[in-house]
């Protein structure tokens, strides 16, 4: 089945204590991205990867880090979490060019 | 710069009546946009998509959406409302030359009985 998929599902942590949120898709898609939902501002992007060892960042790209040394992965560090990195991530993929992107389950992460 | 504006964060309307839920977008090139639907607790799937030719396009679960470059406008709508729509809607926009897209801020539709 095609899919994207992210671990942990849910996740409470402490400011501070280096966290991995992974994500995987199983599609051969060139272009991943990260994004944060919060109540009322919508999806913002956070950094996003057009290929292996290609990433930039998005609208919102303090305090997170990206790597993508495998063209299915693409994890999302935070080094450092504080209380505003609170809120329900995902991740998304989309082939090169066809612009269509499929979403992960989310991840929604609490900081204490 | 692309953006797109979703009217209404909140709609409600009831069970068998007419779904509207509103988005404007701008972009400086033709673009490719998109209707996704967020249930509760799950991640965004598509619902449909606008890429080039005929401007009527036609989604899953009933929806459907027109492309109105005069207006910038690319609605969506569905005949009559089921209480299994109740989700979260987002327009979102594409300027075709890379794979970025940007999306509105959402509107909740409510179904009442």
């Known amino acids: 089945e095609a899919q994207v998929t992210q671990n942990p599902r849910y996740l409470i942590t402490v400011t501070g204590k280096k966290l991995t949120v992974t994500c995987s898709q199983n599609m051969n898609h060139e272009y991943m991205s990260w994004y944060r939902q919060d109540p009322g501002l919508g999806l913002r992007q956070i950094y996003y990867?057009?290929?292996?060892?290609?990433?930039d960042k998005g609208d919102v790209p303090e305090g997170y880090k990206v790597s993508r040394k495998e063209k299915r992965n693409f994890p999302l560090i935070l080094e450092s979490p504080s209380p505003n990195q609170t809120s329900l991530y995902f991740c998304?993929?989309?082939?090169?060019?066809?612009?269509?992107?499929?979403f992960g389950p989310g991840t929604r992460l609490l900081v204490l | 710069a692309q953006s797109v504006t979703q009217l209404g964060s909140h709609v409600s309307v009831s069970e068998g009546a007419l779904v509207l839920l509103r988005c404007n977008y701008s972009s400086s090139v033709p673009p490719y946009l998109f209707w996704y639907v967020q249930y509760p607790n799950q991640g965004l799937q598509l619902l449909l998509k606008y890429t080039t030719g005929a401007t009527l396009v036609k989604g899953i679960n009933g929806f459907e959406a027109e492309f109105k470059k005069s207006e910038t406008s690319f609605h969506l709508t569905k005949p009559s409302a089921h209480m299994s729509d109740a989700a979260e809607y987002f327009c979102a926009v594409s300027d075709r030359r890379d794979d970025k897209i940007i999306f509105g801020k959402g509107t909740r539709l409510h179904i009442l009985p």
């Open positions: 998304a993929s989309s082939r090169q060019g066809e612009g269509t992107q499929y």
């Open positions: 990867s057009m290929n292996v060892e290609v990433t």
